[in-house]
């Protein structure tokens, strides 16, 4: 998978935890791009200082496509080599992931290469451009999205360390947001603001009066202080009773089908930062 040029980006911090992308995990192995994928191929990209996000990727998407393959994707040599230690253990069967997992490392970046220059069905790029300038995220979209499948998915965004605040933006070929989506835990949940601390790039710095991101997550936050009344029935129906009044109020909300799992999806240009 050489390509005889050195990757395209920076070396991040490397954070990796256990199960913490879960989240985005779920959501992706739901989507058509996996599921009607001729070549179900997913890219890990900068999975961080352990390989250990590749593997449960591969898990959990393999519910969805069991001829799922994974490819984790990092910068720093010293990182892949230390994936390729863990995937060695996995296949002798000293790890809790099946032993013939499709997953492989490789050094690599933004350009995202590949075996055999496939085309990958999903690149999930989690916690990757939050160490970058703002100015720098269109054209990092622009060259993932350059090596996607024609209807392929780019997966961004940006979590918390244990995975119980999530944000993504989903883009496809052309590079163009989609949507994002804001994933929570809703047990001893005291607002869903909480989620601008974990918003993409894209928007974090927008989380300002005037912005539309801002008046997103102002109006969420009414809508859940609203339904507090219903709150002895649970987070998950004072949740629900919240997106419903967000909808009610004019928000075009999307995914009812996944809303008791904390998540809201919007359009992107419900939040699109403004010029």
């Known amino acids: 998978m050489a390509t005889g040029r050195s990757p395209v980006g920076q ?3 490397g954070t990796t935890g256990t199960n913490r992308l879960r989240r985005v995990d779920r959501w992706i192995s739901r989507h058509p791009a996996l599921r009607r994928a001729t070549d ?8 961080g200082a352990s390989g250990v996000t590749a593997f449960e990727l591969y898990v959990r998407l393999a519910r969805a496509r069991e001829d799922v393959e994974v490819v984790g994707l990092e910068i720093d040599p010293a990182r892949v080599e230390r994936a390729r230690a863990q995937l060695a253990a996995v296949r002798e069967g000293r790890s809790p992931f099946p032993s013939d997992a499709r997953v492989s490392f490789a050094r690599g970046g933004f350009e995202v290469p590949t075996p055999g220059g496939r085309r990958p069905a999903v690149i999930r790029a989690m916690n990757v451009l939050r160490q970058y300038d703002e100015p720098e995220v269109a054209g990092a979209w622009r ?3 350059a090596r996607l499948a024609p209807q392929g998915l780019l997966v961004e965004g940006t979590c918390d360390e244990l995975g119980r ?6 883009l496809g070929r052309d590079a163009a947001p989609r949507s994002l989506t804001i994933s929570l835990r809703l047990a001893g949940l005291e ?3 909480i989620a601008a601390e974990r918003l993409p790039k894209a928007l974090i710095h927008r989380n300002v009066a005037g912005e539309r991101v801002h008046a997103l997550l102002a109006a969420l936050d009414d809508e859940w202080d609203r339904a507090a009344a219903v709150a002895p029935f649970g987070p998950v129906h004072r949740w629900e009773t919240a997106l419903r009044g967000l909808s009610a109020a004019g928000w075009p909300v999307q995914g009812r089908s996944r809303w008791r799992l904390g998540e809201v999806t919007l359009p992107w240009a419900a939040v699109a930062p403004r010029d």
């Open 40 to 47: 179900p191929l997913v890219v890990d990209l900068g999975y």
């Open 191 to 193: 607002h869903p603001s």
């Open 143 to 145: 060259t993932m999205c």
């Open 165 to 170: 605040i999530a944000t993504w933006v989903a």
């Open 11 to 13: 070396i991040t911090r």
